[in-house]
């Protein structure tokens, strides 16, 4: 194993396409770096020689996708968004997120204007009492599960999308409950608008959402069909 000391510049994607190898691998070589997303100048990072046995590289790719391999799964809390390794519980990206429009949001004005008579421009729609508000309210307590490709392309982009998202699938009550609630479904996405993402679940900053795309198409990689976004709210 050899050491990278981090220059201006650097950043945690860019160290290990230098040195050819996975981020996940970076990242949990290296356990000492609490936020991936900011590295300080001067910092030792320690490149790994091969695949870490505790990240997904280590899994040998089977030769085709199959629904039940899985090897990492997500979890919301209202506030934090987790990607976890199935096997060892072991947490492979931690990112700030949230759910619901909070007070004086731009868009609850827009709503109130169009007509909506159940909202109020003074109401916190983050916390989990207001699940069943459409438009406004956070995304609701259940399991969600989003499809991985090659490539994880983002099915929308731009203004309030941030980078980009994608769609998760709900389940069948799920989808009936979006029926009868007048929504048209959830994404995962950053949050790259006003404050507050009606419905979905927003992940703060770009570079935290490149990083889970890249750790989605190494699940990929190694077989996973989908993962499993779990949302309970902290009591």
């Avoid at 309210?137 to 929308?156: A, C, D, N, V």
């Avoid at 479904?185 to 404050?195: E, K, N, S, V």
């Amino acid at each position: 194993m050899k050491d990278h000391i981090v220059e201006r510049g650097d950043t945690l994607s860019g160290v290990a396409s230098k040195y050819d190898v996975s981020l996940p691998d970076l990242i949990i070589s290296n356990p000492q770096v609490r936020d991936p997303a900011h590295l300080s100048i001067g910092q030792v990072l320690h490149i790994p020689d091969g695949p870490h046995p505790d990240s997904l590289s280590a899994v040998k790719a089977p030769e085709t996708i199959c629904q039940k391999c899985e090897w990492i799964r997500m979890k919301f809390d209202g506030k934090n968004l987790w990607i976890i390794r199935i096997e060892n519980d072991t947490v492979l990206k931690h990112a700030s997120a949230t759910s619901g429009l909070p007070p004086n949001a731009r868009h609850t004005r827009e709503l109130i204007l169009e007509g909506r008579m159940d909202l109020s421009l003074s109401t916190d729609y983050r916390q989990p009492k207001y699940q069943s508000v459409a438009d406004a309210g956070p995304i609701p307590e259940g399991t969600y599960t989003l499809s991985l490709s090659e490539e994880m392309q983002f099915e929308k982009s731009g203004g309030g999308w941030g980078v980009g998202g994608w769609r998760l699938k709900e389940s069948f009550w799920g989808k009936v409950d979006n029926i009868f609630g007048g929504r048209s479904g959830f994404f995962l996405h950053q949050d790259g608008g006003q404050p507050g993402t009606a419905g979905c679940i927003g992940v703060k900053g770009a570079a935290h959402i490149l990083k889970i795309r890249s750790i989605l198409q190494g699940a990929h990689k190694e077989g996973q069909a989908e993962v499993e976004v779990e949302v309970k709210y902290a009591k």
